[in-house]
């Protein structure tokens, strides 16, 4: 193996105050969180902001070029030979580690309103600041290994913010089933790893894919490759182990807005781009993930027609806009993958904190069939969510247009014109499911106070996630405090908001001008060349964009037919009511996916622990040695000779023999 | 310090001692007493890692024996590990009785220091055998018996005679292996030249690993393990699981890897396959256990598994590994069962379908038990994860592609059982017939602490463990291919794990 040095190596001590200061904050937080009280969420956004101006002030540490190298490198520990830990932070790292601790930063923010009056508010925020820790653990490291314990820490503050409402159980199985999903995926992870020690010899990238070519044979560049993805599939919702993505919308918004949308569901385009050299040498593996990605995309879209919780709606179009991600760098257009994963951080969170907005004013109500006409009542959460609509569906002038065609265009550049078609469907059936959410949420007449079997609406009790957690807070809150709590002002909860607007328009920009946009010269030391398969893309870019723009006009001209004109905003109780009683049954459960699951694994696992434990052991095991004990009468006796109580006596003496005799030959020998 | 090793493993049983012949009434004193030498036990070892060994000549007929202490490269951690086990164990002991119980601790304390500490076969088999005799009194003593109709000591007799059994062989197995060789003063002596034929190799082998594997234990030996570690009062089953189950792996690695390497590989297939057995039965019977102190044991009957078949892979990494993984094992499966005793303690039952909702009154409590959990599961950054990492990639370095294939899957059913288990004792709404009791009280804390702190610690940089491991794994595995064979072309030999541990820093 040729040791392939990464980035310079030098001290960096920015750099580990990066890594560690919300490490601090969640150790701190989490032990003195109850005399800290409503001083935790403050605390925790102080410290996940300063990391931010750290990463800023390191820009230049990141960006640094020398003989080809890149980036800061700062070597750590080492286990054994092989086995050796250390911080990189260059220019891919710094991408995620801005959207990390920026949109962190805001969304802890916003947070500080969303959560005031919560029992645990400090240990919300002990959490979420473990979360940047553990995502910055992933992105910073220099090895597969690092890597691995960030990809399992993420998937830890996941599970522990989706069951942060740990008395409800549904939020407890949906943590529950996140994580052992997630886990599958660190398996995964770990199967690649232990294939690339062997063969390489040591975990770090850059060993790793300096002697990639000669240590490995394309099958097992192509095992590699897989595994890895298995990981990327769990953490990202891939189909198909996108199944907890949805159920985790269990957890409070704004770590759906963190965790669920912006940073760790994309962890999985993060590792395929910095695994770009093993990418770009595995033709089978860029085939096997563009498909996966462009199925995940279509089949999150088309789940997202049959959503009615806003944040299950926004849930699937996170899937679905994972899948476009994933199919970008699984064909090689990274930079292209990136960059919708750093416009969708924007948008997706904008969504999502908006309609956080809405589900605060409207006392944890999600279902948008009970909302309606919401455009006067909350204009500032209307203007969010229109921008975030725009940005998502790819309107010219927004941020998701550059990167969506970026990535239509790639698969087409490096010609998979199948999965550009899948791409293109989508992008229609997106335009029109967030119209649609659009539509019936803020337009016509509010519908809170209708019936809720009027709506169709079956269980209306059966509650959305922390609203009986926090009716039964606040009523103990009204216990101790005798009177309702002071809530935190509107402003906390809508200046992040109103941050993120700008770059869910603008942040796209940076990739007008086309191979020589600011973007692409960002990446240029990073990415390698197109791979030699890729083909002239057999239309001009121009033509592309216009037929995407066209099928998403369609979308929206559907959503608008159905939901936006006068006819149907008036008569919009009933016709809710007629689509919820007419949804199609597979829409409805998902693809029959959880219940495939469900009887395949989850079922059979339980049964053959109960036949172990319940009869293999006491039965056939027990048994066998109970036919061979009762044929030995001294048996008997040593049992009759218990309940006396005699035996305790023996084994006083046998205690005191050994020991006699032990000490015995002790002083025996030692007088010799 | 010439005489410290002897001390380390006479002293507790000399104190134990004295404590029993102490009047009644003593209690309180006589608990501090035993937490204190435990703490001494600690300081000592931590702070003269170089101790010579101390060496008695003892026996000259029928073969040489010595009375022979000293550190070892494999098992000075697993004493660190013991002692901080024991310290953890009693600093926080309620119970009646307490001189008599923290008596027997330290007994249970000096013959288990004995096992890890003997270089002498003979004095190994003797320590094996008095290790047993505390643990069958505290739990006919002290036993707590689970669920069901059980009569209180029939666990206590089926750990007894099970132990026995192979305690007897490996006593069998020992004379005959001091009549062959000469002399039983041979574990970690690397002049021992031991070469014992086929046909008598063959026969003591087997009595040497019929004890082992009944111990550790493995499927099907392992049917007295639930049992036993159901009834244990929870200090006691946080050092028998911790440490105790242990002693069979750790003769593998010190008594089998040199002196039967011929036979263990001829073994190899069949072990392999009870470990393989071991590994996914007992993690699927740990997924549907109701007894939470089941589940752990359940989760040890995999976990010791995959321990196993690292040792019997013969490669230095997974070995390296294997004793992560028995360290970090023994601080994750002790804290278990410590919380879980104390959950227990609190709410006088341990069934999972009866607890339910205690996270909302006891944060430290819910805190201290998804920790072990956690590390438990393999949760990468925690010692088990490096454990885990080391043996997965040694196995399949040594050709056992598919058995590390297989052993993954595990580790997805232990997020299951374990999450289970957490949520299971913390997590939903509140049960209301459950009696609030405090949180973890500081001595709890106290007797946590030290294992949790050793767990992240192993987790963030397992090196000082693997470092003299995998020294010492290659000393006894001899030369291997090293893990870069197929990288061309390589710098030089120390850029290998498979290559001397000196250079590990």
């Known amino acids: 193996m040729t040791h392939t040095p990464l980035g310079i190596e030098g001290s960096y001590p920015l750099l580990y105050l990066i890594w560690l200061l919300p490490l601090a904050g969640a150790v701190i937080l989490w032990t003195f969180g109850p005399q800290l009280r409503s001083l935790g969420g403050p605390v925790g956004a102080a410290l996940v902001g300063t990391a931010f101006v750290a990463a800023l002030v390191s820009w230049n540490d990141a960006t640094q070029i020398s003989d080809k190298l890149g980036g800061a490198h700062a070597p750590m520990v080492s286990w054994l030979p092989g086995f050796a830990f250390g911080l990189l932070f260059d220019r891919l790292a710094l991408v995620w580690t801005l959207i990390i601790t920026g949109v962190g930063f805001l969304i802890h923010v916003y947070s500080i309103g969303y959560m005031s009056g919560d029992r645990a508010f400090a240990r919300f925020f002990a959490f979420l600041n473990f979360f940047v820790f553990a995502m910055l653990t992933l992105v910073l490291s220099d090895n597969f290994v690092g890597l691995l314990i960030g990809w399992g820490l993420v998937g830890l503050a996941s599970y522990f913010l989706i069951g942060f409402w740990f008395e409800r159980p549904s939020a407890v199985a949906a943590a529950r089933k996140a994580f052992v999903i997630n886990v599958l995926g660190d398996v995964g992870i770990l199967f690649a790893v232990i294939v690339i020690v062997t063969k390489v010899g040591s975990i770090g990238y850059g060993d790793v894919f300096g002697n990639a070519a000669q240590a490995f044979t394309s099958g097992e560049l192509f095992v590699v490759c897989l595994a890895l993805f298995v990981g990327c599939a769990a953490k990202s919702a891939q189909v198909p182990l996108h199944t907890w993505l949805p159920d985790a919308m269990e957890g409070p918004t704004p770590v759906s807005a963190l965790i669920h949308a912006a940073t760790m569901v994309t962890a999985g385009v993060y590792l395929i781009a910095r695994c770009a050299p093993l990418w770009t040498a595995s033709a089978e593996a860029r085939e096997l993930v563009g498909v996966i990605g462009a199925l995940t995309a279509i089949a999150g879209a088309v789940l997202g027609i049959a959503q009615w919780d806003i944040k299950r709606i926004l849930a699937y179009s996170t899937m679905s806009q994972i899948g476009y991600m994933i199919m970008a760098v699984g064909v090689g257009a990274f930079s292209a993958g990136v960059l919708h994963f750093l416009t969708h951080a924007f948008f997706k969170a904008e969504l999502f904190l908006g309609a956080g907005i809405i589900i605060h004013n409207l006392a944890d109500e999600q279902d948008v069939r009970r909302m309606g006409g919401l455009r006067k009542q909350m204009p500032f959460a209307f203007i969010a969510m229109l921008v975030g609509v725009l940005a998502i569906c790819g309107i010219p002038g927004f941020s998701g247009y550059f990167s969506k065609d970026a990535i239509l265009y790639g698969t087409l550049q490096h010609g998979h014109p199948i999965l550009y078609a899948v791409g293109v469907i989508t992008a229609g059936i997106t335009a029109y499911y967030m119209f649609r959410l659009l539509f019936v949420t803020f337009f016509g007449q509010f519908r809170g106070n209708v019936d809720a079997s009027d709506l169709g609406i079956r269980h209306p009790d059966s509650g959305t996630p922390g609203q009986a957690a926090r009716l039964a807070h606040e009523a103990e809150e009204r216990e101790h405090h005798g009177s309702g709590h002071a809530h935190a002002p509107a402003w906390i909860m809508s200046a992040p908001v109103a941050v993120l607007i700008p770059f869910s328009i603008g942040i796209g920009w940076l990739a007008i001008g086309g191979e020589n946009s600011p973007w692409q010269t960002f990446f240029a030391p990073v990415f390698p060349a197109a791979p030699a398969t890729a083909d002239v893309a057999p239309i001009p870019e121009l033509l592309s964009g216009v037929i995407v723009l066209v099928v998403v006009a369609a979308g929206i001209a559907l959503a608008y037919l159905r939901y936006g004109t006068k006819a149907a905003l008036g008569a919009s109780v009933a016709r809710l009511r007629a689509e919820t009683m007419k949804m199609p049954p597979v829409l409805v459960n998902r693809y029959y996916f959880d219940a495939a699951i469900d009887a395949l694994f989850v079922k059979p696992a339980a049964a053959a622990g109960r036949f172990f434990g319940s009869f293999v052991d006491p039965v056939v095991i027990d048994g066998g040695v109970r036919e061979v004990a009762h044929s030995a009468t001294w048996l008997g006796h040593l049992f009759r000779s218990f309940q006396t109580g005699l035996v305790r006596g023996y084994a006083l003496y046998l205690v005191f023999g050994v020991a006699c005799f032990v000490v015995y030959y002790a002083v025996i020998g030692a007088g010799k | ?505």
């Not at chain 2, 055998?129 to 018996?145: A, I, N, Q, R, Y």
């Not at chain 2, 008598?200 to 082992?212: H, L, R, S, Y």
């Not at chain 2, 499966?333 to 879980?340: E, G, M, N, T, Y």
């Open chain 2, 1 to 505: 310090m010439t005489g410290l090793v002897t001390a380390l493993v006479l002293g507790p049983i000399l104190v134990g001692f004295v404590l029993y012949a102490l009047p009644k009434g003593a209690d309180a004193g006589a608990k501090w007493a035993g937490v204190a030498v435990a703490a001494l036990a600690v300081a000592l070892t931590l702070g003269n890692p170089h101790t010579p060994d101390d060496s008695v000549p003892w026996l000259a007929r029928p073969f040489g024996a010595a009375f022979h202490f000293g550190f070892g490269a494999i098992s000075y951690w697993i004493v660190v590990l013991l002692q901080v086990a024991t310290f953890s164990a009693l600093v926080a002991l309620r119970a009646t009785r307490l001189r008599e119980y923290t008596a027997q601790m330290l007994v249970l304390l000096g013959a288990m220091t004995g096992v890890f500490l003997a270089k002498d076969l003979l004095l190994f088999a003797l320590f094996w055998d008095l290790m047993l005799v505390p643990v069958f009194l505290l739990m006919v003593g002290w036993g707590l018996p689970g669920g069901g109709p059980r009569r209180a000591g029939t666990a206590a007799w089926r750990y007894l005679i099970y132990n026995l059994a192979g305690g007897l062989c490996l006593l069998l197995a020992t004379a005959a292996f001091g009549i062959v060789h000469g002399s039983t003063d041979v574990i970690g002596n690397p002049d021992a030249h031991v070469v014992i034929g086929n046909v008598w190799g063959a026969w003591i082998f087997a009595g040497f690993a019929f004890a082992f594997l009944v111990k550790t234990p493995v499927f099907p030996f392992h049917t007295w393990m639930p049992a036993t570690y159901g009834e244990l009062p929870p200090p006691v089953v946080a050092v028998v699981s911790g440490i105790q189950s242990k002693a069979g792996l750790y003769g593998f690695i010190v008594i089998g890897l040199p002196f039967f390497a011929e036979q263990m590989r001829a073994a190899t297939p069949l072990v392999v396959a009870l470990g393989i057995i071991s590994l996914l039965y007992g993690a699927f019977t740990a997924l549907a256990q109701s007894d939470a102190k089941r589940v752990v044991a359940y989760s040890s009957l995999s976990h010791l598994g995959l321990i196993l078949i690292a040792i019997f892979s013969f490669d230095q990494v997974a070995i390296a590994g294997a004793v992560v993984y028995i360290v970090a094992h023994g601080l994750f499966s002790a804290a278990l069962f410590l919380v879980l005793g104390y959950v227990e303690e609190r709410e006088e039952t341990r069934s999972l379908q009866r607890l339910g909702g205690l996270g909302y009154g006891n944060p430290r409590l819910a805190g201290a038990l998804v920790f072990a959990a956690l590390a438990a599961l393999g949760l990468p950054g925690l010692a088990g994860f490096a454990g885990e990492l080391l043996i997965l990639t040694g196995l399949y370095h040594a050709g056992f592609g598919a058995v590390a294939l297989i052993a993954l899957v595990p580790i997805v059913v232990a997020a299951a059982y374990m999450l289970r288990l957490f949520q299971g004792i913390m997590n939903g709404p509140k049960v209301a017939d459950l009696p609030e009791r405090r949180d973890l009280t500081w001595i709890e804390g106290l007797a946590v602490a030290p294992l949790v702190l050793g767990f992240i610690l192993l987790g963030i940089d397992p090196a000082p463990v693997a470092g003299l491991a995998s020294d010492a794994a290659r000393a006894l595995t001899g030369p291997q291919t090293p893990v870069s064979h197929r990288a061309q072309p390589r710098r030089s030999e120390t850029e290998s794990a498979y290559v001397a541990a000196d250079s590990v820093r």
